[in-house]
């Protein structure tokens, strides 16, 4: 079972934008959100997270270009960037810990979107 769908990468000349999408399935709720991402060759890094109450923190690398935001009554999470970079490259994926609003017992912990992968183009 999916737990976590990750989505909106794409090709983008460098300057562009792209949304990134982050939802858990059906039944299950989000705590803090993490977005990572993976260049080829090269380890996983943190880009950016957004808390259970809308806080938000950045890498430097992406600080006033990307732009992450919640909405609950969605149960969905985004990532909006803006003057994407060719060094933006990579497959970026999202990482949370899930609950049942419905079930309170129930938690997931660690749990990973697929990854959605993000080109720009120079």
């Known amino acids: 079972q999916v737990l976590l769908v990750d989505s909106g990468g794409g090709l983008v000349q460098a300057g562009g934008s792209l949304r990134l999408s982050c939802a858990p399935a059906s039944g299950y709720s989000m705590h803090a959100v993490a977005w990572y991402r993976q260049a080829p060759g090269k380890q996983r890094d943190w880009v950016a997270s957004?808390?259970?109450?809308?806080?938000?923190d950045y890498a430097n690398s992406v600080k006033g270009r990307f732009t992450v935001s919640r909405d609950d009554s969605k149960n969905t999470a985004w990532m909006q960037m803006n003057s994407l970079k060719p060094e933006d490259t990579a497959v970026y994926s999202c990482?949370?810990?899930?609950?049942?609003?419905?079930?309170?017992?129930?938690?997931?912990?660690?749990?990973w979107g697929q990854g959605t992968q993000v080109t720009v183009s120079s």
């Open positions: 957004i808390t259970d109450d809308g806080s938000t």
């Open positions: 990482h949370t810990d899930l609950y049942s609003k419905d079930f309170p017992g129930i938690h997931v912990s660690d749990v």
